[in-house]
């Protein structure tokens, strides 16, 4: 099992930043790669930005070139670093780990909300 848990929401205004942080607990061994989704009310769940062991980022469209996935494997840690934020980018944000199997699963964080204020 895998536990996840977020920090670093808040609110922000248009331009300004905040970063995110997500600490896993559990059987990190089995996490194959790691991620960042939000969510707004009435819409799916979209991922925002990935990272795998070997370093290797994807970033969605939308937040490519002001979001930035990092880790930190001796802390078990992964961040989000959201520069020039937009109201666009006003969601609940959590952090996912790709968990071994078979089948390979993603665990979800709690969620931690994000205001940007236009």
């Known amino acids: 099992q895998v536990q996840l848990v977020e920090s670093g929401g808040g609110l922000v205004q248009a331009g300004g930043s905040l970063r995110l942080s997500c600490i896993a607990s559990?059987?990190?061994?089995?996490?194959?790669?790691m991620a960042w989704g939000r969510q707004v009310p009435g819409k799916e769940r979209e991922l925002v930005a990935a990272i795998i062991h070997s370093g290797h980022t994807n970033y969605a469209s939308a937040v490519k070139g002001r979001f930035t996935i990092s880790k930190d494997n001796a802390k078990n840690t992964w961040d989000l670093q959201m520069n020039n934020l937009e109201p666009e980018d006003t969601a609940v944000y959590y952090c996912?780990?790709?968990?071994?199997?078979?089948?390979?699963?993603?665990?979800w964080g709690q969620g931690t909300q994000v205001t940007v204020s236009s």
């Open positions: 559990g059987d990190i061994a089995s996490i194959k790669a």
């Open positions: 996912a780990a790709d968990v071994a199997g078979p089948p390979v699963t993603r665990k």
